[in-house]
């Protein structure tokens, strides 16, 4: 595994591999990973000749009071694992290089960043797209793979790329969970184990929401919310920060269930945020 940290040798990589006809995959990462990340590079290594990961812990998409300073980074370790799930290339440049003195241009996808995770965390999604345009810039991917966990960040870098027209595939791939059904996420180290018992309450949540719908015909969204909301309370140690019934695709709430559904939901665990969702097709 090649490790390369300027993104002037990144682009020169990438197209030295574009002109031998090969197929990159591109797994885009903030560091810390775990199995969500390394069944990302398990999937690009099935369809791709070449596989690239990136490691950037992503100032822009922090807010001032976020864990920036505290998000768990270890790059020995994440480099070790990115080879052996088979990445071929690791990308981790450096935060004056993506960012120089003087930096002022940002990507902005309207309506869909600033809603849901946008609304409770301003600015986090301006900095998610312009972090990954600049990552696509430099590694020209053909895929890119993103996790389901992080569902609105998926469903709005695959408009950011229709609409700029840039000439990539995205795949998402299925949320990786703990045995208890929590979703696997870089800051679930930060929970204490009292905390680690009462978090997995956010998928049992989505689970009652899955049967209510699917197998009981529950088809208001205020039902659905209810329920969310009843379920979590039932954890002490678990605040909802937010639960919505949204299109999949626009994220406009619904206020009956029809079509492809999409049900996030946001909590606090102390001093740790965990978000989750689930899709559910509904048909009348």
């Known amino acids: 595994m090649e490790i390369v940290t300027r993104p002037a040798s990144m682009t020169a990589l990438s197209r030295e591999f574009r002109a031998k006809g090969e197929r990159i995959g591109f797994v885009p990462t903030l560091g810390a990973l775990h199995e969500g990340h390394l069944s990302l590079i398990r999937r690009a290594r099935q369809c791709s ?17 976020e864990d920036f300073q505290s998000y768990p980074r270890n790059p020995e370790r994440d480099a070790d694992l990115a080879r052996l799930a088979g990445t071929d290339v690791l990308y981790i440049p ?45 590694v020209a991917p053909h895929v890119a793979f993103f996790g389901q966990k992080d569902a609105q960040q998926a469903i709005l870098i695959r408009k ?34 009292e905390e680690r018992r009462a978090a997995p309450i956010l998928c049992r949540a989505l689970r009652r929401v899955e049967s209510a719908v699917m197998k009981e015909g529950e088809r208001h969204a205020k039902c659905v919310l209810k329920l969310i909301q009843e379920t979590v309370a039932t954890e002490p140690l678990v ?6 019934v949204v299109d999949a695709e626009t994220l ?12 996030p939901v946001a909590v606090r665990v102390g001093t740790t945020r965990l978000i989750d969702n689930v899709i559910l097709k509904v048909e009348e």
């Open 239 to 244: 605040f909802l920060d937010y639960a919505a």
């Open 49 to 65: 000749t070449q596989v690239v990961a990136s490691l950037f812990v992503n100032p822009t998409q922090f807010g001032p009071l």
């Open 94 to 138: 450096k935060v004056e290089d993506v960012y120089p003195a003087g930096y002022r241009t940002y990507v902005a996808v309207e309506g869909l960043g600033t809603v849901l995770e946008g609304a409770s965390r301003p600015g986090h999604f301006r900095g998610v797209a312009t972090i990954v345009t600049k990552l696509f810039n430099r």
């Open 160 to 193: 950011m790329v229709h609409d700029l027209e840039m000439d990539l595939e995205i795949e998402v791939c299925p949320t990786v969970r703990e045995e208890d059904g929590l979703a696997m996420s870089s800051r679930n180290v930060h929970l204490t184990p």
């Open 252 to 263: 406009e709430p619904s206020d009956r269930l029809q079509g492809s559904i999409l049900v």
